[in-house]
């Protein structure tokens, strides 16, 4: 049973519910993964698409350029920039393609990572070091996690005199843990390091205010923890480094014949004939956060999380991954070791209609957790029940 402090919190996240098209048939703890878009945003969404159709030459060739600046401002006063230092792109993996192909690397340079990153966006990094002669490190971050200073210090440990660029998760998708990436990015800028920042998970989830941050680049999914339609993402670039990027699609923006205000702008966002309603649906989908006092929601997310986390932990006796300060609404959680995953993952869901992420990870078995605004008691408790009943059969 949940604690009445918990119990409480947990009760505001019960009635959101039925603003998700979530089938009720599912118990749906994997928010992390796609995201899922509330009813209202998805209307405003379809709204865009119809306006595209009714006219697509006045749409794309008159008015496309204002709506998605006006979009862009409001998605920029959320995130704490100015309105020249985004661009919208269709998901995190495209804006950093954009910056990870423009910087100049080659044989003697290095950029280090953590060994807690993205899949994708480790092969696009392989990719390119195969190609160009520098060399791709992902520096190893031991569990479980401790004070933000020891991870500062573990992680620089890794900087050489040929660290060109320090590539890093701001929550990681594996472990869904949040690092201290602020303090990396201080001591990197002091260093003359570049910093790029996998923002995957942030937006939605933790607070952002990215001029204080000070990434020199910062992608970000829009579709997961801000529940914007599917293919809403972003680049941030610092104005001082902006220059330092080039097209991934060379199209209408490149030698504009129109130049806005901005040539970041101009060169990475308009790539001609695409559905751009998922970028204009973003404001909604603030605005629906707002209006249901998303701060609250997600410590009401936070408390059921933790909770969760520590009975599965009980049920497991394995330790934590680290406390609860160092995740906000995803978490990990260790499995033993002699789990079949894949063999787990398909039995919840075939047999317990429990939709969980189960991943192995540096020899680890994992189970990632994700508590939205549409999830309830009920729904972590069938996962706990569930995983009780398989691990003891196994």
């Given at each position: 049973?949940?604690?009445?402090?918990?119990?409480?919190?947990?009760?505001?996240?019960?009635?959101?519910?039925?603003?998700?098209?979530?089938?009720?048939?599912?118990?749906?703890?994997?928010?992390?993964?796609?995201g899922?878009?509330?009813?209202?945003?998805?209307?405003?969404?379809?709204?865009?698409?119809?306006?595209?159709?009714?006219?697509?030459?006045?749409?794309?060739?008159?008015?496309?350029l204002?709506?998605?600046?006006?979009?862009?401002?409001?998605?920029?006063?959320?995130?704490?920039?100015?309105?020249?230092?985004?661009?919208?792109?269709?998901?995190?993996?495209?804006?950093?393609?954009?910056?990870?192909?423009?910087?100049?690397?080659?044989?003697?340079?290095?950029?280090?990572?953590?060994?807690?990153?993205?899949?994708?966006?480790?092969?696009?990094?392989?990719f390119?070091?195969?190609?160009?002669?520098?060399?791709?490190?992902?520096?190893?971050?031991p569990?479980?996690?401790?004070?933000?200073?020891?991870?500062?210090?573990?992680?620089?440990?890794?900087?050489?005199?040929r660290?060109?660029?320090?590539?890093?998760s701001?929550?990681?998708?594996?472990?869904?843990?949040?690092?201290?990436?602020?303090?990396?990015?201080?001591?990197?800028?002091?260093?003359?390091?570049?910093?790029?920042?996998?923002?995957?998970?942030?937006?939605?989830?933790?607070?952002?205010?990215?001029?204080?941050?000070?990434?020199?680049?910062?992608?970000?999914?829009?579709?997961?923890?801000?529940?914007?339609?599917?293919?809403?993402?972003?680049?941030?670039a610092?104005?001082?480094?902006q220059?330092?990027?080039?097209?991934l699609?060379v199209?209408?923006?490149y030698?504009?014949?129109?130049?806005?205000?901005?040539?970041?702008?101009?060169?990475?966002?308009?790539?001609?004939?695409?559905?751009?309603?998922?970028?204009?649906?973003?404001?909604?989908?603030?605005?629906?956060?707002?209006?249901?006092?998303?701060?609250?929601?997600?410590?009401?997310?936070?408390?059921?999380?933790?909770?969760?986390?520590?009975?599965?932990?009980?049920?497991?006796?394995?330790?934590?991954?680290?406390?609860?300060?160092?995740?906000?609404?995803?978490?990990?959680?260790?499995l033993?070791?002699?789990?079949?995953?894949?063999?787990?993952?398909?039995r919840?869901y075939?047999?317990?209609?429990?939709?969980?992420?189960?991943?192995?990870?540096?020899g680890?078995?994992?189970?990632?957790?994700?508590?939205?605004?549409?999830?309830?008691?009920?729904?972590?408790?069938?996962?706990?029940?569930?995983?009780?009943?398989?691990?003891?059969?196994?």
């Amino acid at each position: 049973m949940l604690p009445p402090k918990t119990e409480q919190r947990a009760s505001i996240i019960l009635n959101l519910k039925r603003h998700f098209l979530i089938n009720p048939d599912i118990t749906f703890l994997n928010h992390g993964s796609f995201g899922a878009t509330p009813r209202a945003v998805l209307r405003v969404y379809q709204r865009w698409q119809r306006e595209l159709e009714r006219q697509p030459v006045e749409f794309l060739g008159r008015r496309a350029l204002g709506l998605l600046a006006e979009a862009r401002a409001a998605l920029a006063d959320y995130l704490g920039t100015q309105t020249e230092n985004i661009v919208y792109t269709a998901n995190v993996t495209v804006a950093l393609n954009i910056v990870a192909r423009s910087l100049q690397l080659g044989p003697g340079g290095e950029v280090l990572a953590s060994d807690h990153e993205y899949g994708a966006l480790d092969r696009t990094w392989r990719f390119l070091a195969r190609r160009r002669g520098f060399r791709y490190i992902n520096h190893p971050i031991p569990l479980p996690l401790t004070t933000p200073h020891a991870f500062v210090e573990q992680f620089w440990q890794g900087v050489t005199a040929r660290t060109r660029v320090i590539f890093l998760s701001h929550i990681t998708s594996p472990t869904a843990l949040i690092f201290p990436v602020k303090e990396i990015i201080r001591r990197a800028r002091a260093a003359g390091i570049l910093t790029v920042i996998d923002g995957a998970h942030a937006p939605g989830q933790i607070p952002l205010r990215l001029d204080e941050l000070g990434a020199d680049f910062y992608g970000g999914n829009l579709h997961k923890w801000l529940c914007a339609p599917k293919g809403a993402g972003f680049l941030y670039a610092r104005r001082e480094a902006q220059p330092l990027l080039q097209p991934l699609v060379v199209s209408w923006g490149y030698e504009s014949e129109h130049p806005g205000p901005s040539q970041f702008i101009d060169h990475h966002e308009w790539w001609g004939t695409r559905d751009i309603s998922a970028f204009l649906s973003v404001p909604a989908a603030i605005e629906f956060q707002r209006q249901h006092d998303w701060p609250r929601v997600r410590a009401a997310c936070h408390a059921l999380l933790r909770e969760t986390v520590a009975a599965i932990n009980e049920l497991t006796g394995l330790p934590p991954l680290a406390d609860d300060t160092w995740y906000a609404q995803m978490a990990a959680v260790r499995l033993p070791d002699d789990v079949n995953t894949t063999a787990l993952k398909t039995r919840l869901y075939d047999e317990h209609r429990v939709e969980v992420p189960l991943l192995e990870w540096n020899g680890q078995k994992l189970l990632r957790i994700s508590v939205q605004g549409y999830n309830s008691r009920r729904d972590v408790q069938r996962l706990q029940r569930a995983l009780a009943r398989r691990l003891a059969a196994a």
